[in-house]
């Protein structure tokens, strides 16, 4: 009977605590739901007082294309002359350096030639054989007059002194082209400056063995830098928006006040494999010589096709973070502020913006600087 009692007891003991376990499960409270995030668009502003802001609309006018393209300023290829020596031989006295500024005739080196000294020699000798030639023609002349010569005789003399004279004449003509004067004998070849200009390249230095006709490189380069080429690089997908005579503005690093004006010369008929870009050639004069060759040049170019462009005030647009934001109306007193890309100035002082951002008819904040700056002191 004991163990019975023991049992019932213990079976209603589970069942209580399995009751108890159940009702304190089912008191539990639930989880409160959450609350939905507020999201806030940075980009957008609300003005407290928006007619204090004065409006303007985008506006789309004619105007030439404008695009930009990086170069560099090399001297012009018409005005460029490569000095070269005709004859071989060891440089003696180098009389000019790289960067010098060289007048027409005036002398760059010596070159100890043997060529010139075996040319010399030729000539000499054509000198002296054309003399008695022309000694041995006077006496058959003579003797021909006295009719103590025949005729074969003189014509055969004859001969020999146009032959004579022919020599002189080609022996004095290879003397001046290895850079010698008949006139005054030498084995020295003074290699002198065929045109006015800046020697821009110098292969040789002093006592340096020099080769004839191969000389690979030339010994100078001379330039006429009075007149330069800035070359650019223009991608194919842009070669449509220029054309031959186009004007271009030039700036250079080494002058960023400066704006330099030119035209386009030419346009490359093949495109580098390697960039799919074609060399556009622009024209500068340069009297003053401030422009170098090999510097760095930016340039823009003005189309003389006109295309509708997108145009504000530049005071619509600010300048933060090196981009450029405008604020456009979205409300009655909410504006967006919304970056653009601008493509330069028009002749009367507005801004060009590329399509995408903003279209004709957008009215924007018309001096972002000082909506910005009330804006913020709005928000304090």
């Known amino acids: 009977m004991t163990s019975k009692r023991y049992s019932r007891s213990t079976a209603a003991f589970t069942i209580l605590s399995l009751i108890l376990m159940f009702a304190s499960c089912s008191n539990d409270p639930k989880p409160a739901p ?100 022309k000694k041995s023609l006077d006496r058959a002349q003579l003797l ?105 503005e030039i700036r250079l690093n080494a002058y960023p006040d400066k704006v330099f004006q030119g035209k386009v010369a030419d346009i490359s008929r093949v495109l580098d494999p390697n960039l799919r870009s074609a060399k556009v050639r622009i024209v500068l004069p340069n009297p003053d010589g401030n422009l170098r060759p090999n510097m760095y040049a930016v340039a823009t170019f003005r189309s003389r096709k006109m295309q509708p462009h997108l145009v504000i005030p530049t005071t619509a647009i600010m300048r933060l973070q090196d981009k450029d934001w405008v604020f456009r109306k979205e409300g009655q007193n909410q504006f967006r502020k919304t970056e653009v890309h601008t493509q330069g100035n028009t002749e009367d002082g507005l801004q060009q913006l590329q399509d995408g951002t903003v279209k004709a008819g957008d009215e924007l904040v018309a001096n972002a600087l000082a909506f910005s700056t009330s804006v913020a002191e709005q928000g304090k």
Request: net charge negative; charged share 25%; aromatic share 4%.
């Open 144 to 248: 021909y007059s006295h009719g103590a010569l025949a005729e074969k005789d003189l014509q055969a003399a004859d001969d020999a002194e146009e032959k004579a004279k022919v020599d002189v004449q080609t022996t004095e003509q290879h003397v001046r082209i290895l850079g010698g004067d008949p006139a005054h004998p030498s084995s020295l070849i003074e290699l002198r400056a065929p045109v006015a200009g800046t020697i821009v390249e110098q292969n040789v230095s002093g006592f340096e063995g020099i080769k004839s006709l191969d000389n690979s490189p030339n010994l100078f380069t001379i330039a006429d830098l009075s007149q330069v080429w800035v070359v650019c690089d223009v991608y194919e997908n842009d070669l449509s928006q220029i054309q031959v005579g186009d004007s271009a």
């Open 34 to 133: 959450t609350k939905a995030e507020v999201t806030i668009d940075p980009s957008l502003y609300t003005a407290d007082h928006p007619e204090l802001f004065k409006l303007v609309k985008v506006e789309t006018r004619d105007l030439p294309t404008v695009l930009t393209a990086n170069g560099a300023v090399t001297p012009d290829v018409n005005r460029t002359i490569h000095v070269t020596s005709q004859g071989s031989g060891r440089v003696v006295d180098l009389k000019v350096r790289l960067g010098d500024s060289v007048s027409k005739g005036q002398e760059l080196l010596s070159i100890y030639s043997a060529d010139l000294a075996g040319a010399f020699s030729d000539y000499q000798k054509a000198v002296a054989d054309e003399r008695l030639a």
